[in-house]
């Protein structure tokens, strides 16, 4: 008999204790879906500051906003100006909160202050850097629209970006619980250069010239991936597109042949290993590229216009193109660099090549075999 009420009371105690942690995550989801409907709720209300009180809603000036959905809480709502929304409200002894970037939690006990993330900033041409005092994630753009990728540091003491955007930039914080930090903004501005030795680290303006090899450059653009580089002086000798007045195409071409053969032994093995390959539209017979010759273009400039090439043919150097030269011409503050009567790639017009002259036309020539200077272009991976 003792045993039976023994396992009775044993059976009403678990029966109680399962009722109360029913009763517990009934609660606790009953208010994650009202905290839910109410997060959709004023979703749609402008950027600031919230307060809910008792399960009325109030702006900063203390004025009452109509909200569809009760929720008898207090706290505050924080929407930002990209519609992130975070918030800190207690129920009872239950604080419910949400991050900018995070999800709901429901914990037992009274709500904290938000968290702030601050950082501190120096910049240095391109080199942006950002210490830290815990682990943190960066998105970058160059528009503030609060689009990117999310990037996870590698260290909690020090984020150093190399950024090759120029002008002005966004960056934001956050940590791995979600909490975003306040829009930081840095401008980033190419270094006009003159004769110095090349480093990929550095961001050079169009029109800075650079030593490489023992060979005076000039950066017609400069990324974060590559950099194009044209030789400041011409070829000691000049030289004709073609010593066949029939061969129009890059890849049968006398200064392809040469520069891809010849002058290329002029680079050190390292900057050779580091050369990128230009696809180069083959085809001199499409006039596809805005009613144009689409033959000489690159296929980067092709595929950028929704041009069509039917054929490419690859080189590790090649002459400048009219893409290059308006790149160059449209961003650069010294333009004489641009100045001579060199070849380029370019031919808007079937049996002719074009050149490049000293008022910073684009000219055509009459003919393939006219012997013009020739300024090699490359482009190195970083």
Request: net charge negative; proline share 1%.
């Amino acid at each position: 008999m003792k045993k039976r009420v023994k396992y009775i009371l044993i059976l009403l105690v678990f029966i109680v204790v399962m009722g109360l942690v029913l009763s517990y995550f009934y609660y606790r989801y009953k208010s994650i879906d009202e905290v839910k409907l109410l997060l959709n709720d004023i979703s749609s209300l402008e950027p600031g500051n919230y307060e809910l009180k008792n399960g009325l809603l109030f702006n900063s000036n203390n004025e009452r906003i109509n909200n569809n959905v009760y929720l008898d809480a207090s706290g505050t709502i924080r929407i930002d100006q990209y519609k992130n929304v975070s918030f800190k409200l207690n129920k009872n002894y239950f604080c419910i909160s949400k991050t900018e970037l995070g999800n709901i939690e429901y914990e037992n006990h009274k709500c904290t202050d938000f968290k702030n993330i601050n950082v501190n900033m120096i910049t240095n041409n391109n080199i942006i850097s950002f210490e830290t005092k815990e682990t943190l994630k960066y998105m970058v753009s160059n528009k503030d629209d609060f689009k990117g990728v999310w990037i996870k540091q590698d260290n909690d003491q020090n984020i150093i970006i190399n950024s090759f955007n120029e002008g002005k930039n966004y960056i934001w914080f956050s940590d791995l619980d979600g909490n975003l930090s306040k829009t930081y903004t840095f401008n980033i501005n190419c270094l006009n250069t003159t004769n110095a030795n090349y480093d990929s680290s550095v961001f050079y303006c169009s029109g800075s010239t650079v030593l490489l090899d023992d060979i005076k450059w000039v950066v017609l653009k400069d990324n974060n991936s590559s950099i194009k580089l044209m030789k400041y002086l011409p070829l000691d000798n000049k030289m004709p597109y073609s010593e066949n007045q029939y061969d129009f195409k890059w890849s049968n071409s006398t200064i392809n042949k040469y520069l891809n053969n010849e002058f290329i032994n002029n680079l050190s093995d390292k900057t050779i290993n580091k050369l990128l390959t230009f696809e180069i539209c083959n085809d001199y017979t499409n006039h596809s590229c805005n009613d144009e010759i689409c033959g000489g273009r690159e296929k980067e400039e092709i595929e950028r216009n929704d041009y069509t090439c039917y054929e490419y043919t690859t080189s590790k150097v090649k002459l400048i193109s009219y893409d290059d030269f308006n790149y160059a011409y449209s961003t650069s503050k010294d333009k004489t660099f641009l100045s001579g009567n060199f070849l380029s790639m370019n031919s808007f017009e079937y049996g002719k090549v074009s050149s490049i002259q000293y008022n910073y036309d684009y000219y055509i020539l009459e003919s393939v075999t006219n012997k013009l200077d020739i300024r090699p272009v490359i482009i190195i991976d970083k």
